[in-house]
């Protein structure tokens, strides 16, 4: 099991603190539905106590634009689930690295009491903890008080090929080694789609999401995170940005260098390579 801490205002917890805490009146907890589970099998088929299950487009994403929730559309959603500007939201993803977009998506739209299960339903699983396959009431809805976003975490195209050209910040890639070399455009296992050319940004480091995880898809241990950052020339005092295909692994990084290895300027392209592969006259590399 990962040793990384999950005590006191960490935003990682582990399965213990979350069922002692589960029936907290101000803690919602949220399973992340992501790509080929619309239906919700996993949330069906067995979820954490009192977990609703949000399909992520659904919550996460803008209706038409390819943006997020404005801050009045994010409160309406947040109000909606009985989530107030103060509730303790725990997420978690099928697969996991859902959960963790979640948590990154409700950061950057504001709110900022949102924690992750580490390990998702996996590690909860392989502990013995009990699943249920029961639908929770849907808790009142409550007022939500729109808030500003948080521009810090996140990096545009633009701005991608300035710190390329420029040569001011390292570029990780989170994706598959497949991708990383340029065999694929999808991850395996699933659809070889979602951009017309193969690739990664110029001179992007590989750090494969899963790296960050372990057998349970709980976070490593932080002395080995701090290990495998080293291995790929990264230090806490840099600027980083991490991208992958659709930026939803992007942010496993993102979480294991910002929340718990203490860089401070790290940012998620979250265009990804949905986006940079598909842009006429970017550089690629292979």
């Not at 195209?157 to 497949?178: C, F, G, N, Q, Y």
Request: with cysteine.
């Amino acid at each position: 099991m990962a040793s990384t801490s999950t005590a006191g205002d960490s935003p990682l917890v582990s399965p213990e603190w979350l069922e002692a805490h589960r029936n907290d009146p101000d803690l919602r907890i949220v399973e992340i539905a992501g790509l080929r589970q619309d239906d919700m099998p996993a949330y069906k088929a067995g979820h954490v106590p009192g977990a609703v299950c949000w399909r992520w487009k659904e919550m996460l994403w803008d209706s038409h634009m390819r943006d997020f929730p404005s801050p009045e559309e994010f409160a309406r959603r947040m109000g909606a689930a009985g989530i107030g500007n103060d509730t303790t939201v725990v997420v978690y993803g099928e697969d996991v690295q859902f959960g963790i977009y979640a948590w990154w998506t409700l950061r950057y739209c504001g709110h900022r009491n949102v924690k992750v299960l580490d390990g998702a339903r996996y590690r909860w699983k392989a502990e013995g903890r009990p699943l249920e396959q029961a639908f929770p009431p849907a808790p009142p809805p409550v007022e939500y008080r729109p808030t500003a976003r948080d521009p810090g975490m996140r990096i545009f195209r633009d701005e991608v090929l300035k710190a390329l050209e420029e040569e001011t910040a390292a570029i990780v890639d989170a994706r598959s080694p497949e991708e990383y070399r340029g065999e694929r455009v999808g991850g395996p296992g699933g659809p070889d789609s979602g951009a017309v050319r193969p690739g990664r940004i110029p001179g992007a480091r590989h750090m494969f999401y899963m790296d960050f995880l372990d057998e349970n898809k709980a976070f490593r241990p932080a002395d080995e995170l701090r290990a495998l950052a080293a291995e790929r020339g990264l230090s806490p005092g840099e600027p980083v940005i991490a991208y992958c295909r659709m930026s939803h692994r992007a942010t496993v990084a993102y979480f294991a260098l910002t929340q718990l290895l203490g860089f401070e300027n790290v940012r998620v392209y979250d265009g990804s390579w949905t986006e940079w592969g598909n842009l006429v006259g970017v550089p690629i590399e292979r």
